[in-house]
């Protein structure tokens, strides 16, 4: 990679510089990164996988995301808001997700919380995309500078002050950021990625949640 942030694939085409090239982390790169999402499991399975990757690399979370499927069911935030102590024990016995105490319990709590947000809000979609960003805040060029140089935004601070009042836990500004980069928010695929316009187009046709 140069200072432009971008790599050349095997396949020739040029992209965003963090996933690698490795195999299936370009495919979550290609074919899920920065795509407009309104389903209200996916967006609650992401803040919490968002949460569970804190202080590990996004890419051991990919890795592991099926196993939490199975342990978390399928992240219906329902059927979690019910997990009790002997699901709290299942889970750090699981060797195929994150063991950590804090953030089983914390996902447990988010998902009472979501469901707090749906009968309020509707959808935890009407709620989220209330939160996307005005085109005033956003830069005017997402080059890699950029791009590393704002690990969260006004309106990420905005959104994790909110969640935190909620009741939400393990929802910082650089977590909620990081969820709102990959559930389309945001475009944050570098100038020059063969991904950018594609998810562009995507966002202008998408219908957001009201």
């Known amino acids: ?13 040029v992209r965003c510089f963090w996933h690698g090239n490795l195999e299936d982390y370009r495919r979550y ?7 407009p999402v309104s389903d209200d499991r996916r967006l609650f399975e992401k803040i919490c996988l968002e ?3 804190s202080g590990l690399s996004w890419l051991t979370i990919l890795r592991k995301r099926e196993n939490f499927r199975a342990a978390f069911a399928g992240f219906d935030f329902e059927k979690v808001a019910q997990f009790g102590e ?19 319990v914390s996902t447990i709590n988010n998902a009472a919380r979501a469901i707090e947000l749906e009968a309020e809000f509707g959808s ?4 989220f995309w209330s939160f996307e ?15 590393r ?33 990959a559930m389309g928010l945001v475009n944050d695929h570098i100038e020059g990625c063969v991904c950018r316009g594609k998810v562009e187009a995507m966002r202008e046709a998408f ?3 009201r």
């Open 124 to 127: 935890l979609a009407r709620y």
């Open 207 to 209: 219908a957001r949640p």
């Open 86 to 104: 002997d699901d709290i024990a299942r889970l750090l016995a699981d060797a195929g997700i994150v063991r950590h105490r804090g953030k089983i």
């Open 1 to 13: 990679m140069d200072g432009t942030g971008l790599i050349t694939g095997d396949d020739g085409l």
């Open 149 to 181: 140089a704002n690990p969260t935004s006004p309106t990420s601070v905005r959104l994790s002050k909110d969640l935190r009042k909620r009741g939400w836990t393990f929802v910082g500004p650089t977590t909620v950021y990081a969820f709102m980069q």
């Open 133 to 147: 960003p005005a085109p005033g805040e956003r830069p005017a060029r997402m080059d890699y500078a950029t791009l």
């Open 51 to 53: 949460g569970f990757q």
């Open 29 to 35: 790169h290609d074919d899920e990164w920065g795509y």
